[in-house]
């Protein structure tokens, strides 16, 4: 029997370790902050950095990482055990430097980055020392469909320079550079092959932020950017000319699971607050969790959460034996992102008035869970791609089971 859905020891320490360091260690510190009236926000910053410096002494730092470079060196599966850990305390991924858009960067550049590109951008981010951002979407053309792409990157001498409209480049304010998707090739007969990736320094003359684009959740470091004959070295294009679309193939692939993990914390998060809640609210003759109509809602939410993991724990699975992951990523992201939509809801609605209010983490829960259905790939893309997955394979293989997991069964 090779199905085992247990964790080796050193999986499970490593999970139990970031649970305990996590929930204990980091929640009492931030309880105490939060009570301290006078605190301010360089007392909320140091404390930030003194326990990103506990995370790193005790080796929970870069779980996303290979050990050569300072990471836990956990596999896909392990990562997704520990990740869901950290999602569940505020700022969590951060401390451990596992944060988006970091991580995805940081994976890109331990893939693709040349020497010195390893030394001058990797390494500091490594160090959490540094902070980046990825600039790919653009007002003005569909987003889903990069092989739109209008920014340009010309050559001239030994420079690129880049010209362009970015928007949604997430934490740009703040990050020392930018990895920079561009067109640099518009004849190339595969349009896939039309646009190659930069990395770009946020002090480089002609970067300029427009503002910080305000979203329902209010403002959070998503900014609208404009490239004005942004000059960089030939040394600072990443990976292959024409080679961008892969790259954001590469860098997706993981960080959508990465968000899946992250967003399975929370949907365990909100599931817990609902059937606790659930259990002491008395209306018309009997607890809410005795009605049938809030059971359906417990037992749909812990069935879809259920296939959530899954989901995850195979697409990770398959990642780590170096085996075809698109279709699961796919298919885990779209579920995961509406699993958290709907569990969120259930939640605030067993919550009544308090759910909508900002007395619970729900409502701030339900602004971020929003984007989970359009950002990274919208549900209807996934979509899209699974379908052509399934009719390939059908017309290939007579059989769909290779877009359907691959499973023995
Ligand atoms: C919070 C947040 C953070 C983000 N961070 C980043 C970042 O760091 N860097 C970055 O580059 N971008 C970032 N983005 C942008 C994100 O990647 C895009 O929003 C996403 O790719 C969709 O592009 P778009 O917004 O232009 O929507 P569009 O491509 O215009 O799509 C709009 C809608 O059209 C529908 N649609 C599109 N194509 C199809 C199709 N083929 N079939 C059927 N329906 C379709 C979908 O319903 C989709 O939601 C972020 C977005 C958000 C909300």
Known sequence: MA???SFGQDVEDARLMMRE?????????????????????????????????????????????PQDVGGMGL????????????????????????????????????????????????????EGTARSCFSMTEPEVAGSDPTLIQTSAVEDGDDWVINGHKWFTSGAQGADFAIVIARTDPDASVAQARNSAFIVPTDSEGFEIVRDVETMGGRHNHPEIKYNNVRVPRENL????????????????????????RWIGQIEMALEMLVDRAQKRFSHGSYLSEKQSIQWMMSDSAMELYASKLMVLHAAY???????????VSMAKHHVANTLWRVI???????GALGYSTDTPLAGMMQQARWARLADGADEVHQMRIAEILI???NEDGSINQAVGGLPL
């Open 238 to 261: 990443l990976g292959e000319r024409g080679g961008g679309h892969k790259l954001g193939q590469v860098r997706l692939g993981p960080a959508r699971l990465a968000h899946c993990m």
């Open 3 to 5: 199905i085992d859905f």
């Open 21 to 65: 360091f996590l929930h204990t260690a980091v929640k009492k510190e931030f309880e105490a902050m939060r009570n301290n009236k006078d605190a301010t926000r360089e007392d909320w910053s140091t404390l930030v950095k003194a326990l990103r410096g506990k995370a790193k002494e005790q080796g929970l730092w870069l779980p996303h990482m």
């Open 392 to 394: 390939r394979t059908f």
């Open 75 to 126: 596999g896909a599966t392990a990562l997704a055990a520990v990740s869901a850990e950290a999602a569940k305390v505020p700022m969590g991924p951060y401390i451990i430097n596992a944060q988006a858009p970091d991580e995805g960067n940081m994976h890109t550049l331990y893939h693709f980055a040349t020497e010195m590109q390893r030394e001058k951008f990797l390494m500091p981010l490594l």
């Open 345 to 351: 809801d259930r939640a605030m609605q067993v919550h």
């Open 318 to 328: 398959k990642i780590e034996n170096g085996m075809e992951f698109k279709q699961e």
